[in-house]
């Protein structure tokens, strides 16, 4: 079956992107800032594969992969919720092939799902590690493995990798998590300079500050004050998703940084969850 070629109207903006006919895959997309990405993808025109393990919303662990389907369906857009453990290649292999069967194409992946353990080396046993590098740069590695021939067949893509930006100073109290997290720098940038070419975009993706998720709440990352909503990520994706993929690829980005640069947006105060900036806000972007 021939790929059809989708071209954006003019009437679309750097925030507003006019997605429809496009199709993305998010990963842990059941809650928090991979279910407001979705849903945020489907209200610009998108239909949303809507990837993670949750099946069943819990106490513990609440949304699920159905429930962020459902509102994505809501807003007028077509969903596919696939149950995928993204340490499993044979799942997420089966992720591809399931929306690919379903929708013919693939032109938007975000590598979202993370596991964190924010902890120094001693109390971060080799199981944990293990698990940082299995759901964070191993999963996405294998994600756009899979991901990549659809992209290059049809001549469009992005790529958008959830994770700081590479640098080279210390990391104490999360060295595991830095590593996992610098692997996917380190795909995006890779990935970017392979596929230019084939118009297929690779980027990265990080907050300037905390942002408002179950991980914030359970690890009691400061509190409420401090943090952002997850409107400015997707605000900032969607920018992203909004540039011709050759023309914006390879790139390290902060949300603020992407804000002003891709949509001319300088005032960030609308973003924290309180309506205001703290006194002090406190910066994570060299995660």
């Known amino acids: 079956m021939p790929v059809p070629v989708i071209t954006m ?14 199709v993305a895959v998010v990963t842990g997309s059941s809650r928090g800032i991979g279910k407001a990405l979705a849903i945020r993808l489907a209200q610009e025109g998108a239909d949303v594969v809507v990837a993670a393990k949750s099946e069943q919303s819990t106490d513990r662990l609440p949304g699920s992969i159905h429930e962020t389907a459902d509102t994505v369906r809501a807003l007028g857009c077509r969903a596919l919720a696939v149950a995928t453990d993204v340490r499993d290649e044979d799942a997420i292999r089966n992720l591809i092939e399931k929306t690919i069967a379903e929708f013919g194409r693939l032109d938007i992946l975000v590598n979202n799902a993370g596991a964190i ?6 109390q971060t046993p080799p199981k944990r590690f293990d698990l940082m590098m299995g759901v964070n740069v191993r999963a996405a590695y294998i994600a756009c493995y899979y991901a990549l021939p659809h992209m290059i067949k049809q001549q469009w893509g992005h790529v958008l990798n959830m994770c700081p930006r590479l640098h080279c100073e210390p990391s104490p109290g999360r060295v595991g998590y830095s590593i996992s997290k610098h692997g996917m720098a380190s795909l995006a940038i890779g990935l970017a300079a392979e596929h230019k070419k084939d118009n297929v975009a690779a980027n990265t993706l990080w907050p300037r500050t905390i942002i408002e998720s179950l991980a914030s709440i359970n690890l009691k990352m400061a509190d409420r004050s401090q ?4 409107e400015i990520l997707c605000d900032a994706s969607c920018a992203i998703f ?5 023309a914006c690829t390879g790139r390290q980005w902060i ?10 947006i300088t005032n ?3 973003y924290w969850c309180e309506g205001k900036p703290p006194a ?8």
């Open 9 to 22: 109207p003019s009437t679309s903006s750097a925030l507003h992107p006019d997605l429809h006919g496009r």
């Open 117 to 122: 353990w924010p902890q120094p080396i001693l």
């Open 227 to 230: 943090w952002r909503t997850p």
């Open 242 to 246: 909004a540039q011709e993929p050759r």
């Open 255 to 264: 949300d603020e940084q992407a804000l002003t640069e891709l949509a001319g």
């Open 268 to 270: 960030f105060d609308h």
């Open 280 to 287: 002090k806000p406190i910066y994570i972007d060299k995660w």
